[in-house]
């Protein structure tokens, strides 16, 4: 006799729990909405080969000259670079055992698809951010390693964005346009406690008075000339990349450090100085074209001798990510950077049969009893920013961290 079972049903589950997938997946993506898909070709097209060549054809230089009656004219000659973009893959996967559904009283069956297409999305939107935040082009008021958040000169004012509005418009950066082009606009991608400075040091236009239906960036504030402030709690932070505290905590973990933790051990006592620093970093500093996913910041709560409590971004209150005996930790001030761009200040392919947001593979049965299940995704794909004059970012400081 035949029984119904999870394994021949497996089609019907994964079409349920998708949409819970493909939502969790879509929240948050902040730096993908520079990216635009390589110009003339399709993605099926783009994607063939190991690399993607974009070619770029130079100007004509303005005629200087009048035209000879005894000669002829001298015919320009045009010139022509590329730029390469690399596919790379990524991917995420969980297995449990058959035991755990048995006894299990959450619904884990939506939850592990929620959590699939959060760590999709947070593993894809790392590519676009390290695109984004690690280019040549950046303006600062000092050094990223003496950015200080005591003073208010390297904090971020309303005043950053006539100069920032004066180099997108004389370097050509491609705008965002409303439905009739009327209107050019592009994103300046922050930090909220850049936009809370932003908003306390001068005229900035709250969206509260003004209402236009061609708005489509996600989680928009403003508006401060012709850039839409986007404001994000995903934004890029250089953890304590900043200047030093006047009383320094440089340290480490002593002992291997489970995520959900709501305590850390440290290799030195610093239990006088919990109060030094507003916040304190977890993880190697990103001092310069460097970009640590895993690292974390956290508020250190209460001290005895090397054990401290924290709180941090975890669901708990704890730690995201587990860290290893060794990891750095310090009270250095954190960088801000504000990344200014358009539709087309970078590139992006993805492998159409797997899509722009990934696959889900299962969930499918394994073992030789059918005791075991396993779900993931798989993604493959590149963002690259092929021209750096497309996409600046200021670096800042901000007055949270001030003491």
Same mark, same amino acid.
């Given at each position: 006799?035949?029984?119904?079972?999870?394994? *021949?049903?497996?089609?019907?589950?994964?079409?349920?729990?998708?949409?819970?997938?493909?939502?969790?997946?879509?929240?948050?993506? /902040?730096?993908?909405?520079?990216?635009?898909?390589?110009?003339?070709?399709? $993605?099926?097209?783009? /994607?063939?080969?190991?690399?993607?060549?974009?070619?770029?054809?130079?100007? $004509?230089?303005?005629?200087?000259?009048?035209?000879?009656?005894?000669?002829?004219?001298?015919?320009?000659?045009?010139?022509?670079?590329?730029?390469?973009?690399? #596919?790379?893959?990524?991917?995420?996967?969980?297995?449990?055992?058959?035991?755990?559904?048995?006894?299990?009283?959450?619904? @884990?069956?939506?939850?592990?698809?929620?959590?699939? +297409?959060?760590? $999709? $999305?947070?593993?894809?939107?790392?590519?676009?951010?390290?695109?984004?935040?690690?280019?040549?082009?950046?303006?600062?008021?000092? %050094?990223?390693?003496?950015?200080?958040?005591?003073?208010?000169?390297?904090?971020?004012?309303?005043?950053?964005?006539?100069?920032?509005?004066?180099?997108?418009?004389?370097?050509?950066?491609?705008?965002?346009?409303?439905?009739?082009?009327?209107?050019?606009?592009?994103?300046?991608?922050?930090? #909220?406690?850049?936009?809370?400075?932003?908003?306390?040091? +001068? *005229?900035?236009?709250?969206?509260?008075?003004?209402?236009?239906?061609?708005?489509?960036?996600?989680?928009?504030?403003?508006?401060?000339?012709?850039?839409?402030?986007?404001?994000?709690? @995903?934004?890029?932070?250089?953890?304590?990349?900043?200047?030093?505290?006047?009383?320094?905590?440089?340290?480490?973990?002593?002992?291997?450090?489970?995520?959900?933790?709501?305590? &850390?051990?440290?290799?030195?006592?610093?239990?006088?100085? &919990?109060?030094?620093?507003?916040?304190?970093?977890?993880?190697? #500093?990103?001092?310069?074209?460097?970009?640590?996913?895993?690292?974390?910041?956290?508020?250190?709560?209460?001290?005895?001798?090397? %054990?401290?409590?924290?709180?941090?971004?975890?669901?708990?209150?704890?730690?995201?990510?587990?860290?290893?005996?060794?990891?750095?930790?310090?009270?250095?001030?954190?960088?801000?950077?504000?990344?200014?761009?358009?539709?087309?200040?970078?590139?992006?392919?993805? /492998?159409?049969?797997?899509?722009?947001?990934?696959?889900?593979?299962?969930?499918?049965?394994?073992?030789?009893?059918?005791?075991?299940?396993?779900?993931?995704?798989?993604?493959?794909?590149? @963002?690259?920013?092929?021209?750096?004059?497309? &996409?600046?970012?200021?670096?800042?400081?901000?007055?949270?961290?001030?003491?």
């Amino acid at each position: 006799m035949a029984i119904q079972t999870t394994a *021949n049903l497996d089609d019907s589950i994964r079409a349920q729990y998708d949409e819970v997938y493909y939502g969790a997946a879509r929240v948050g993506r /902040v730096y993908d909405q520079l990216a635009a898909p390589v110009p003339g070709l399709t $993605m099926e097209q783009a /994607v063939n080969g190991s690399s993607v060549v974009i070619p770029y054809l130079s100007s $004509m230089a303005p005629g200087t000259t009048t035209i000879s009656q005894t000669a002829d004219v001298t015919p320009s000659t045009l010139v022509d670079t590329y730029g390469t973009v690399t #596919p790379t893959s990524r991917w995420g996967a969980l297995q449990w055992s058959e035991l755990l559904d048995i006894q299990a009283y959450t619904n @884990y069956g939506e939850e592990r698809f929620k959590k699939l +297409g959060e760590n $999709m $999305m947070e593993t894809i939107e790392i590519l676009a951010i390290d695109a984004a935040t690690q280019g040549d082009w950046v303006e600062r008021y000092t %050094t990223r390693i003496l950015t200080d958040a005591g003073t208010p000169a390297h904090r971020a004012s309303d005043s950053d964005f006539a100069l920032m509005q004066g180099l997108m418009t004389s370097l050509k950066v491609a705008p965002f346009l409303n439905e009739d082009g009327s209107m050019q606009t592009w994103a300046a991608i922050m930090h #909220p406690w850049v936009f809370h400075d932003i908003r306390e040091s +001068g *005229n900035v236009d709250a969206i509260g008075i003004y209402q236009d239906g061609g708005i489509h960036l996600n989680y928009e504030v403003g508006k401060i000339g012709n850039f839409r402030l986007v404001e994000s709690a @995903y934004a890029k932070v250089f953890g304590g990349a900043g200047l030093a505290n006047s009383t320094d905590v440089a340290t480490t973990l002593n002992g291997d450090t489970a995520r959900l933790a709501t305590s &850390i051990v440290t290799a030195d006592d610093v239990s006088a100085d &919990i109060t030094e620093g507003k916040l304190w970093t977890i993880g190697t #500093p990103e001092v310069a074209g460097t970009n640590y996913p895993t690292n974390e910041r956290i508020k250190c709560l209460s001290a005895v001798t090397t %054990t401290i409590q924290i709180q941090g971004e975890g669901e708990n209150g704890g730690l995201r990510y587990a860290h290893d005996t060794g990891t750095v930790v310090q009270n250095n001030d954190s960088v801000y950077p504000i990344v200014f761009g358009g539709p087309e200040s970078m590139l992006k392919v993805f /492998v159409p049969e797997v899509g722009e947001f990934g696959m889900t593979v299962g969930p499918e049965v394994s073992g030789l009893l059918d005791q075991f299940t396993h779900i993931g995704w798989k993604w493959y794909g590149a @963002y690259s920013r092929l021209v750096e004059k497309n &996409i600046i970012r200021k670096e800042v400081s901000v007055s949270y961290e001030s003491d």
